[in-house]
């Protein structure tokens, strides 16, 4: 019995403290301490479900090599339901080596690995029988996913009652519209950043993002922002909301962690403000410490924060 299924892209990411600069041609620069960790859309959007309470199993693909051990164990570990994890046997697990340097953005260098194999068709319909949330992360950055194959699995998914949450990942500038225009009227929530949407619509402000992805049929979209907070558009409400100061010290996986608040929403019964809430302050606390998952708030501690934390929301 799982409340969520997080179906999509796994990473094993290694990850450094902030360093000073990046280095020179042969310099050796210096880290405090480096991690290897879980990373990828849905691998982090389980976790942090599991640190909320949320019975979430995950969907997706991995390599048969030590990697793909290293991520099995830790999604095991922090209570997350690994029994639809398929092993790609010829191919390595999916890997994100990410280098924080202090005071800029970070740098990502990336294998894509097992995620090249995976397909909505991997999504067993028979898990969503008792689910009430389907999360796919990482669209349009898997080749084998079509927007046909992904569309039949959401309109079977919303057929038996289940919320449908999309997070995308843009490769580079490209033709995404006519993959979304046949999926967008099966999506419940619809969750891109503002880089995204802009390169998806050709628009650069998020409110015409959003209008653009609404007439496409997608029932909210949630347009993210970084620091500068977020747009979400449903139906003829518009609501921008900014976000909550805490220090940064890791950025990676924020926007996975936003999705999950989002989603912890939703199981709740909540309406768009207090999803946008409960998203607004898991994505905050990720940014917290290295890596995509350790700093993500556990139920009671995010309980305990937005209790003590106002969230500036107005009507747009």
Known sequence: MLDVICAGIIVADHVCTPIPHVPAAGELVMADSMLL????????AAVDLARMNVRVGIVGRVGADVFGRVVSDLLRAAGVETSSLQISADTDTSQTLIVNVVGQDRRFIHTFGANRDFRAADISLDL???????????????????????????????????????????????????????????????????HEGEIITGEKDPLRQAGVFQRLGAGTTVITMGDAGSILVQGDLRLRAGVYSVPTV???????????????????????????????????????????????????????FLQENNLAIERV
Do not use: W
Request: a negative charge; charged letters at 15%; proline letters at 6%.
């Open 128 to 194: 969503l029988q008792d689910a009430k949330v389907l999360y796919v992360g990482g669209y349009l950055a898997m080749p084998a996913v079509t927007p046909d194959e992904l569309a039949l699995v959401f309109a079977t998914a919303r057929a038996q009652g289940v919320k449908t949450v999309l997070d995308v990942v843009v490769p580079g500038p490209g033709e995404y519209l006519s993959r979304l225009d046949r999926l967008l009227p099966h999506v419940d929530v619809f969750l891109p950043n503002n």
């Open 250 to 304: 890791d950025a990676s996986g924020g926007g996975d962690a936003f999705d999950a608040g989002y989603m912890c929403g939703l199981l709740q019964g909540k309406g768009p403000e207090d999803c946008l809430r409960l998203a607004s302050a898991l994505g905050a606390s990720c940014v917290r410490a290295i890596g995509t998952t350790p700093g993500v708030f556990t139920r009671t501690e995010c309980a305990a």
């Open 37 to 44: 960790t879980i990373g990828g859309c849905a691998a982090n």
